[in-house]
């Protein structure tokens, strides 16, 4: 079986797109599933949120080796063949995405799943590390609903439309 490649983007590959990889690469790795999660954004920050941080932590979620990258590196030779790339904000899913290659050859499956900024509660850090869980949580429901499917055996046309199964809830 071949490994599936997952990229989920975010402007600044900070927060919700961080907490994607991370969910999907556990919840694989706990699955027993050939998934690899990856992460970038088009204006990368250069640092993850320690919010994002500190919810994968309390949830036992190991975060050693995730960083705040460019989607370029994602869309140059040696990059992994993608079978999916998944936008998790709103800005992201307006941008125009470079040219990725897929698992065939062709274009991975796109979709968006927007989650609101848990950056912006308001009310201090507990809102925020409050808003960061329910965050985790709604992401990692989807990335359980995601490794559910046959990802293995399914060609690009069936894979989007599951993804966008998914994404209409």
């Known amino acids: 079986m071949k490994e599936i490649h997952i990229l989920v983007l975010c402007t600044h590959n900070s927060a919700r797109s961080v907490l994607a990889e991370a969910m999907l690469n556990h919840w694989a790795r706990r699955l027993g599933k050939d998934v690899k999660a990856h992460s970038a954004g088009s204006a990368p920050?250069?640092?993850?949120?320690?919010?994002?941080?500190?919810?994968?932590?309390?949830?036992?979620i190991q975060t050693d080796g995730y960083r705040s990258k460019s989607w370029d590196e994602f869309s140059i030779e040696g990059a992994p063949a993608l079978s999916a790339v998944i936008?998790?904000?709103?800005?992201?899913?307006?941008?125009?995405?470079?040219?990725?290659?897929?698992?065939?050859?062709?274009?991975?499956?796109?979709?968006?799943?927007?989650?609101?900024?848990?950056?912006?509660?308001?009310?201090?850090?507990?809102?925020?590390?409050?808003?960061?869980?329910?965050?985790?949580?709604?992401?990692?429901?989807?990335?359980?609903q995601l490794l559910q499917l046959p990802l293995d055996s399914m060609d690009q046309a069936e894979l989007q439309r599951a993804l966008a199964d998914i994404a209409a809830g």
Not at 45 to 60: Q, T, V
């Open 87 to 144: 936008t998790v904000c709103d800005s992201a899913a307006a941008e125009q995405c470079p040219v990725f290659f897929g698992s065939t050859g062709g274009t991975p499956a796109k979709v968006h799943w927007g989650y609101p900024d848990p950056s912006n509660a308001e009310g201090g850090d507990e809102a925020r590390r409050r808003a960061f869980e329910l965050t985790r949580q709604a992401i990692g429901y989807r990335m359980l």
């Open 45 to 60: 920050s250069g640092r993850i949120n320690p919010f994002a941080l500190e919810a994968l932590h309390r949830a036992g």
